[in-house]
């Protein structure tokens, strides 16, 4: 109860960067984790994880704490995500700063990117920028999951022409207030 509180209060004060009225149900946070195969040195980036609800259903799904990486700009939900997650390797930056950073940290790439930012609520340059950096440092065979409350796929389609990716809907959710699409883009 604690964290749906900490949900809304945050929702009150920062529509858009939340952009949901409600954590992501359990069934929507299955959806967005069933695109992961898991394999010994997975590394998983969560972007916009909140009160971990997908961070719950990756970790179900079996991906190792080690080898899965949350990045959450709010100060709030990172805090209350260390306390549930000790184990897990959690920033608290903004996801451009921690794209800019990655191979520097870890010297090598991620294998699956899945986000619940609401990309439609980033500006034109700021959605193609966090896009491409995100893509920049995706293995030859990553997948960037996404989630979004609009039928369109939300990522940058200045970013899919320009490095030729591919795009496909995984899948839709009406248990989800609001209902939810998850898009998949591969290289």
Not at 50 to 59: F, M, N, P, V
Not at 132 to 147: C, E, P, R, V, W
Request: positive net charge.
């Amino acid at each position: 109860m604690k964290l749906l509180y900490l949900w809304f209060k945050n929702y009150i004060k920062h529509p858009l960067e939340i952009g949901a009225i409600f954590p992501t149900s359990n069934v929507t946070s299955k959806l967005m984790a069933s695109e992961l195969e898991i394999k010994k040195d997975l590394i998983v980036v969560e972007l916009g994880p909140g009160t971990g609800k997908i961070t719950q259903a990756i970790l179900d799904k079996g991906v190792n704490e080690k080898n899965l990486i949350l990045v959450e700009i709010n100060d709030q939900f990172s805090n209350a995500l260390k306390i549930k997650y000790p184990k897990i390797n959690i920033f608290s930056e903004d996801a451009v700063t921690f794209f800019e950073k990655f191979e520097e940290r870890y010297k090598r790439k991620i294998d699956i990117i899945i986000s619940a930012i609401p990309l439609v609520s980033l500006d034109k340059n700021n959605n193609d920028l966090l896009c491409d950096l995100a893509i920049k440092n995706l293995s030859s065979k990553g997948k960037f999951i996404q989630i979004t409350y609009f039928i369109k796929c939300s990522f940058s389609e200045n970013i899919i022409k320009k490095l030729q990716l591919k795009k496909s809907l995984v899948g839709f959710s009406l248990i989800n207030i609001p209902p939810a699409f998850v898009w998949k883009i591969i290289k």
